[in-house]
T-cell receptor
């Protein structure tokens, strides 16, 4: 089945130790998004790629970086995780941007920072 | 005022009941509207897109009122498996999808 896959599903890291989360999609969608979601809060957009064009949200900390080496894969790098970065990280895709384009989410990676 | 507002609930309803959620949005230029369902510690899953004419999918009916800037979700004949958080999502025609914080539904046996 076409889908959005995230690995790992659970990630435990130490304070300050870099971590990379991955996302892949078989939907051949142009747009890939990374969201951070904390308990009882709405997902917060960190950045998105429209094809190869990277678009950062103004309030995304520099600690968060992303790479999209090809259409199918996208990575989220957290350079120096702090305790406040513990959250669910959701990858999503959409065929295009704009009207009528639904987003499809991966199962998420739950990050714990010790 | 938040861009997308939802009553957080929880809405506790007995099995078989009909329940309705509303969601208001502040940007009159909003163009696409969606309802997602999110189970505890899982990802949001698309429940339905909301069209101007309203749309129905089985027990679920969504309505859009552009004049009053709200969308609604009606669930008929609630099942225990409908227990989840329902997220209202609004898109302004760009890359940005604005999420409400969700309405929690508990269907009780």
């Amino acid at each position: 089945d076409a889908m959005v896959i995230q690995n790992p599903r659970y990630q435990v890291t130490q304070f300050g130790k870099p971590v990379t989360l991955s996302c892949s999609q078989t939907l051949n969608h142009n747009v890939m998004y990374w969201y951070q979601q904390k308990s009882s809060q709405a997902p917060k957009l960190l950045f998105h790629y429209y094809d190869k064009d990277f678009n950062n949200e103004a309030d995304t900390p520099d600690n968060f970086q992303s790479r999209r080496p090809n259409t199918s894969f996208c990575f989220l790098d957290i350079r120096s995780p702090g305790l406040g970065d513990a959250a669910m990280y959701l990858c999503a895709t959409s065929r295009d941007r704009g009207v009528g384009n639904e987003q499809f989410f991966g199962p998420g990676t739950r990050l714990t920072v010790l | 005022r938040k861009e997308v507002e939802q009553d957080p609930g929880p809405f506790n309803v007995p099995e078989g009941a009909t329940v309705a959620f509303n969601c208001t949005y502040s940007n009159s230029a909003s163009q696409s509207f969606f309802w997602y369902r999110q189970d505890c510690r899982k990802e949001p899953k698309l429940l339905m897109s909301v069209y101007s004419s309203g749309n129905e999918d089985g027990r679920f009916t969504a309505q859009l009122n552009r004049a009053s800037q709200y969308i609604s979700l009606l669930i008929r004949d609630s099942k225990l498996s409908d227990s989840a958080t329902y997220l209202c999502v609004v898109n302004d025609g760009t890359y940005k999808y604005i999420f409400g914080t969700g309405t929690r539904l508990k269907v009780l046996a």
